[in-house]
């Protein structure tokens, strides 16, 4: 059995997929939704038009798990924290898989790090890469990156999580499986940003490979190994999130282009750590131009051409 905490787009999807070889527990913080998905065995809310199999059992109340199952931390990582401090006494001494991408605001914390401080006695993972939640519930092929830095654990973990349609990869990087994670998503908004303002393919070519080269630059500075950057965690999820509007993030960064509204309940992992990006670049002296600018365009202090013509003016170097 496995247990997946959140019940969003992403939770709700490799749910679905999980379902296929066996039963799943599915926790929504929401007693409302909860109830809804049981009667509809749908999750209208974040995942329309997907059934949810009977193999999944839907609950808003876990108070054990079995110490065996492996539990997938599906909510948002902003929200993460927070989660993981109200279920602690539950989740001791499992093997804990964040499923989400970001940094923490004000601590500057990817997933796997929130895990190891909050539930110090669990085996802390990561699983992400270059993955639509409605591409994995409809069963199409997926390849995800696992990342922990326990062998054991990790070689557990994947067989565990691997499907038919969702091949899992494994690497000890964490720090580089959780920074490729975070950091394309401000990429991504920054590329929909260049499209929804008209800018055109090539500068969005040029976007994201000096953008690759910003994340490089940080997770490097922030003990990654490059290779990992370059794998479906880095290179694979920016070039997906950069180049599709079933990113939240990409239509995000276009709405700012076009300089339309955007629903604020639409989760866009990008913005706030963007922010907090920012703030762990300066701290550790790292240039990250690119994410400052697209910092500047998410807190309304640039518009995308003013970004641009700020990049392009910056001194000439070697590539
Ligand atoms: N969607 C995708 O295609 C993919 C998403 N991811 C990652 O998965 C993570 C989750 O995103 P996703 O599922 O898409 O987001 P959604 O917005 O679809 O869902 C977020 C879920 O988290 C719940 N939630 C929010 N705050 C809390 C809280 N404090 N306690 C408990 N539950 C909470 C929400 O509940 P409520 O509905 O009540 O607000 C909702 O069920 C993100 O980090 C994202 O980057 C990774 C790969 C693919
Ligand atoms: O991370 C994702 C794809 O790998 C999902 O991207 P969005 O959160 O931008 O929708």
């Not at 039963?23 to 939704?33: F, I, M, N, Y």
């Not at 065996?68 to 989660?83: C, D, E, K």
């Not at 796997?112 to 270059?130: C, E, H, K, Y």
């Not at 990250?288 to 998410?298: D, E």
Request: aromatic share 4%; hydrophobic share 45%.
């Amino acid at each position: 059995m496995i247990t997946v905490l959140g019940a969003g787009a992403f939770g709700t999807a490799l749910a679905i997929s999980l379902a296929r070889k066996g039963p799943v527990q599915l926790w929504t913080h929401d007693p409302d939704h909860a109830k809804a998905m049981q009667d509809t065995r749908r999750n209208d809310r974040r995942l329309p038009g997907v059934d949810l199999s009977e193999n999944i059992s839907i609950s808003e109340n876990i108070d054990t798990i079995p110490a065996q199952n492996p539990v997938l931390l599906a909510v948002p990582l902003q929200q993460l924290r927070g989660v993981l401090t109200e279920r602690a006494a539950t989740l001791r001494q499992h093997q804990l898989v964040a499923c989400c991408k970001g940094m923490e605001l004000g601590s500057g914390s990817g997933p796997v790090q929130l895990i190891n401080s909050v539930v110090p006695d669990a085996v802390g993972a990561i699983l992400t890469g270059p993955s639509f939640a409605a591409d994995i519930a409809r069963g199409l092929p997926t390849a995800l990156t696992l990342a922990c830095a326990d062998e054991a654990a990790s070689g557990t973990l994947q067989q565990a999580l691997n499907t038919p349609n969702l091949r899992i990869y494994r690497t000890t990087d964490v720090i580089g499986a959780e920074l490729g994670g975070a950091l394309k998503n401000v990429m991504a908004i920054g590329c929909g940003a260049v499209i929804g303002a008209g800018l055109g393919d090539s500068a969005r070519a040029a976007l994201m490979t000096r953008g690759f080269a910003e994340m490089a630059r940080m997770a490097t500075a922030l003990g990654a190994q490059p290779d990992t950057l370059s794998g479906l965690s880095g290179f694979g999820d920016l070039v997906l999130t950069c180049t599709s509007d079933q990113s939240r993030n990409y239509r995000f960064g276009a709405s700012l282009g076009q300089k339309e509204w955007f629903d604020p309940t639409i989760t866009v992992e990008g913005a706030a750590t963007a922010r907090a990006v920012c703030d762990r670049a300066s701290a550790l002296q790292v240039d990250m131009p690119i994410t400052r600018a697209i910092t500047a365009l998410i807190n309304g202090d640039l518009q995308v051409e003013q970004a641009m013509d700020m990049l392009l003016s910056r001194p000439l170097k070697e590539e």
